[in-house]
């Protein structure tokens, strides 16, 4: 059975802190995505990236970084995390241009920043 | 914006009853896609439906679209307790945007 995995499933950290969310994929996907959920605001993209070592912004990168140095793992890295970051982080993964399949999603890891 | 926006917000129905779930977005899409999230957990995917095709079928379920109105619809037959959940559609045009769902309880 196809996988996306997200390291935590909760997690707390203090405001000012570096925060690292881990996902790895192990379906050979080429695309990875991150999102997050809050209520009354859907799922919004952050990052995206279609091949190792690339990136590219979605809709709500400020205050984020990315990395993706192997196929099967991309990061999502709070660079001083904030209390407005408090969410729920989803990973999702893709085959191909992700035009005619579906996204894998990991389980999710709901931070919250005090 | 958001590109896949769902309708009704929130749905109540008896169990063996139908429930249906609407979807519109704003943009042409290369193909739409329906997910279903259980609580506090990862988002599933359901069906995925082309942007020539009109109506599609899994088991119990069947997606329309109207490419014309930008609207979609997916319609749970029969529906069980174990399908209470909340779904989502997402509006594809290389990446998806998804809306904030629509929460379907399904009374016992």
């Known amino acids: 059975d196809v996988k996306v995995t997200q390291s935590s499933r909760y997690l707390v950290k203090r405001t000012g802190e570096k925060v690292f969310l881990e996902c790895v994929q192990d379906?050979?996907?080429?695309?990875m995505f991150w999102y997050r959920q809050d209520p009354g605001l859907g799922l919004r993209l952050i990052y995206f990236?279609?091949?190792?070592?690339?990136?590219e912004k979605g809709d709500i990168p400020e205050g984020y970084s990315v990395s993706r140095e192997k196929k099967e793992r991309f990061s999502l890295i709070l660079e001083s995390a904030s209390t407005n970051q408090t969410s729920m982080y989803l990973c999702?993964?893709?085959?191909?241009?992700?035009?005619?399949?579906?996204?894998?999603f990991g389980s999710g890891t709901r931070l919250t920043v005090v | 914006s958001q590109q896949g926006e769902e309708d009704p917000q929130a749905l109540s129905i008896q169990e063996g009853e139908n429930a249906t779930m609407n979807c519109s977005y704003k943009?042409?899409?290369?193909?739409l896609q329906w997910y279903r999230q259980n609580s506090g957990r990862g988002l599933v995917h359901l069906i995925l439906i082309r942007s020539n095709e009109r109506e599609k079928h899994s088991g119990r379920l069947r997606v329309t679209l109207d490419t014309s109105k930008k609207s979609s619809s997916l319609l749970i037959t029969a529906s069980r307790a174990a399908d209470t959940a909340s779904y989502f559609c997402?509006?594809?045009?290389?990446?998806?945007?998804f809306g904030d769902g629509t929460t379907l309880t399904v009374k016992p």
């Open positions: 997402a509006a594809v045009i290389g990446k998806s945007t």
């Open positions: 999702a993964s893709s085959s191909g241009s992700g035009v005619y399949y579906g996204y894998t």
């Open positions: 943009t042409s899409i290369n193909n």
């Open positions: 379906m050979d996907h080429e695309n």
């Open positions: 990236s279609y091949d190792v070592k690339m990136k």
